[in-house]
């Protein structure tokens, strides 16, 4: 197997969904491991901008005079200036699984000095399954050289359809803006060579910078929620995404995995910008963490559509109280649902399951 | 920093405890690391064998008769012919630590050839808290160069106080004997380098191979249950402590952790010899498993001796069904808290408040 490279997995299959305001030379770098696949580039801010990309991706851009024009009203759920615009794409794409990568991340090194394709990990992440129900020492049991340990029960070796992958990044790790303030020269250099699956009933901070999902088992989840120019609050717009799909994800039976593979984060926000940004969200986190950990959505729910409908009540009753913003968010992630369904009419699909 | 020998940690609040039924020339390995450590080796099988212990080590030694000479009928929960016994080598500690390995552990290197000192990695984990409530991406946000990460809530990051350091094993795998009979030549050669808290609500397989604890917070709970000569089942023994653990930590608010250290595991178990010894466990656990995921302990259990005898009452009324064995096991282990009180008399040591680990 030394040596051979294998046809690009899931070549037909999987969309790459970019947000940019600026040129993505960084696609070069990543050229060998993307150049197969189709991006979905939604540019942000000034629609006049013109965004260049490199010669040979085959992609589609959307500004927000495209967003407006393909939503009409329903366009008011995406946000603008702020990179939240991305679940745009995850929208409109017609593929089975997505890849969403930020602008400033780059390929990453693994300890023994080869590059690392992190499109290809999370694909193999994405089709084998995961193991929620019951914790495994040695992580994954479905990769190489690695397997169920004694003590786990037989009958959950097979598994559960994995609908998120969420990868890491060496580098700048993604702190939030206080400790990024006490630890401005903090590294994240510690390469962790293990995928694992975030076990049922506990929610996690899903970062969007290296993320990939079955949009047939999840899409619908993967709203980001309002950030940006006239909100309240801006960075935790993958993590409302995150807290959201996790409930629907324990609730549909589905996995989450996290860890491999790595990117190598090169930009590090400004701390200052970022704590104006998050402020609220510090204190208003204290309370939609509680909320999101004891959610439970009715058994009638067996779509994510129906699933993310029912949250959507559930955060107008029990967080408005927190501030109006949430009565706002709630009713856009009515409008988000209302929308996906309008331009991916075929609703309801059974999750397929996945082999090992 | 670099360079630096730090003096071993908690050398007089922590006990190595070994099972074991052959002599314990694999110390020799660990010297560098273990001898500032009082030992207490827990002999199983035949008393009348003499196990040489390397010179230079400061050991307490029990055996067969021993055990029931110290706990007269109360005997009857420590195991015989397997080495669950080991749990009697918590019982009889004075410490507040405990570390106990399998006799066929070795020290392992780490990716750069270095030896790994398990037990420092150990302590390290035990002295910095838990985050069971909310997981953190990066693991152990108190290691050196991570922290928690962006959307992690600030009121969780104190932590939880860290109860129990389960620690890996490269080379040979802890496999159940179907997968090591399907899967002879598997060795476990990937370093993961990290530590983590396994979730509250979540349940994982124990093994006590290479596994430290708080012996003040969570004592009690660690008992490895009835096995080998006489008893329908084996190579459950960790995992039962495991389970009764996880669900008394959970109520308890404490923090489980996994992941470093590794050691070296050297001996392939006897697949055929292992299958017999589980057989009955492969279908039990299936009914054990839903069981310890259902339990909830009422909030009047506050210290872990409470938790356990209302487990013990809960095992009773509910897995009997499924096999005698377990009525028997579960009035074990009421046996096992009484003979722990009546040796570790303070009683209370268990509702010691936790000392804040520091970061």
Known sequence: MAGQKAAPLLKDE????????????????????????????????????????????????????D?????????????????????????????????TIDDDCFVAKNPSGED???????????????TPHFFNTLYDPYRDGADFVRGYPFSLREGVPTAVSHGLWLNIPDYDAPTQLVKPRERNTRYVDAVLTIPKGTIFPMCGMNLAFNRDLIGPAMYFGLMGDGQPIGRYDDMWAGWCTKVICDHLNLGVKTGLPYIWHSKASNPFVNLKKEYKGIYWQE??????????????????????????????????????????????????????????????????????
């Not at 040129?23 to 580039?41: A, G, K, Q, V």
């Not at 995406?78 to 995850?90: E, P, Q, T, V």
């Not at 009638?300 to 913003?325: G, H, R, W």
Request: hydrophobic share 40%; glycine share 4%; proline share 6%.
């Open 67 to 99: 967003i407006n024009r393909i939503l009409g009203p329903k366009a008011s759920c995406i946000s603008f200036k702020d990179s939240a615009c991305r679940c745009f794409g995850y929208m409109v794409s017609k593929k089975k699984y997505i890849y």
């Open 14 to 65: 999987l969309d790459i969904v970019i947000p940019t305001i600026r040129n993505l030379d960084f696609l070069e770098m990543w050229r060998p491991f993307f150049e197969s696949y189709h991006l979905i580039i939604v540019q942000d801010g000034d629609p006049s901008k013109t965004i260049k990309v490199p010669e040979g991706f085959d992609y589609e851009l959307y500004n927000r005079n």
């Open 116 to 130: 690392i394709n992190a499109l290809e990990q999370h694909i193999k992440n994405l089709l084998s399954p995961s």
């Open 287 to 356: 309370e939609i963490i509680p909320f999101f950990q004891s959610v439970t959505l009715p058994k009638e729910c067996t779509t994510v559509q129906q699933c993310y409908i029912e949250l959507a009540k559930l955060v107008k009753a029990k967080l408005s109280s927190v501030d109006p913003y949430f009565t706002k968010l709630a009713d856009a992630m009515v409008t988000w649902i209302e929308a996906w369904d309008e331009l991916n009419p075929s609703g309801d699909k059974l999750p397929n399951g996945a082999a090992k």
